[in-house]
């Protein structure tokens, strides 16, 4: 199998048999107390760690279950909070986007642009997004077979970036449940781009009540196997408090357990590619 390429994102590269680069942050911007303070917590921990950290917040979160549920603060503060972040913790900022317009608001924000799971056939959006020159990571549908993704990526192609990064986070299960196929880690890998683990969304368990449940004791594991296929990223959402956190809060990792969880996935990580 051909190393995947390598993509530089800021001041972070990953892939090409690197060592794992975390991708984290709380799921969406809530306030900027929370989020500032979780970046840095989470850079003070990787920087011990001598760990790669791009940060990953939404700006917005279009895709709720309930028309109750949060779907963020006023997308200019939140926008602006993200810009703190990159500014004064140096800090790459990934985030979604859930359309083409939105593009155009969060390129002075982000270093990379994520879309998510339910929008990664969207034609027009990865064109768009591939057209903004930012990296593109793009979360693989929960009903997409992973050889399907050499489409999403030539989408992306077609408009001469191939900055990309994959996400696996888990297929559908039946009803209200996902599974992770670890195999699609490897076939993914084939394409020759960065793939990433996506551990948090993995264990959720979608529109349980009318809004999304999870089972986040499941997070460690999913993340350890991940580790051992050779993964270029980890994806964690990450949070201080999730029982309270406005979104995922059943799917979050509390932030006081990340040391210890890269602690041991650095070292299965390091076993692995050999370095």
């Known amino acids: 199998m051909l190393?995947?390429?390598?993509?530089?994102i800021r001041n972070v590269k990953l892939g090409s048999g690197l060592p794992f680069a975390l991708i984290a942050g709380p799921c969406v911007v809530e306030n900027e107390k929370i989020t500032l303070q979780t970046a840095e917590q989470i850079k003070k921990i990787t920087s011990n760690l001598h760990l790669p950290f791009i940060f990953k917040s939404s700006y917005k979160k279009a895709?709720?279950?309930?028309?109750?549920s949060f779907?963020?603060?006023?997308d200019s503060l939140a926008i602006r909070i993200l810009n703190k972040v990159r500014e004064e913790f140096e800090l790459p900022v990934m985030t979604d986007v859930h359309s083409v317009e939105e593009?155009?608001?969060?390129v002075d924000c982000a270093d990379a642009l994520q879309i998510p799971a339910f929008l990664c056939r969207q034609t027009e959006l990865?064109?768009?997004?591939?057209?903004?020159?930012k990296i593109v990571n793009v979360k693989k549908g929960q009903f997409l077979p992973p050889e399907d993704m050499k489409h999403v990526i030539g989408k992306i192609e077609s408009t001469g970036n191939k900055?990309?990064?994959l996400t696996e986070r888990g297929s559908t299960f039946g009803y209200n449940d996902l599974i992770v196929d670890m195999r699609s880690l490897i076939i993914m890998k084939e394409f020759g781009y960065p793939v990433v683990m996506d551990a948090t969304h993995s264990v959720q368990r979608p529109g349980s009540d009318g809004k999304t449940g999870g089972k986040p004791e499941f997070i460690k594991p999913l993340s350890k196997a991940a580790t051992a296929i050779g993964i270029d990223a980890l994806f964690l959402e990450v949070h201080p408090d999730p029982a309270n956190a406005l979104?995922?809060?059943e799917s979050q990792l509390k932030l006081s357990e990340l040391e210890n969880l890269l602690i041991e996935v650095s070292a299965i990580d390091s076993v692995i590619k050999k370095f």
């Open 126 to 133: 990865l064109i768009a997004a591939g057209e903004s020159g």
């Open 163 to 165: 900055k990309i990064l």
């Open 247 to 249: 979104s995922d809060s």
């Open 71 to 74: 779907k963020g603060m006023d």
């Open 103 to 106: 593009i155009s608001k969060v």
């Open 3 to 8: 190393l995947p390429m390598m993509i530089e």
């Open 63 to 68: 895709n709720r279950t309930s028309i109750n």
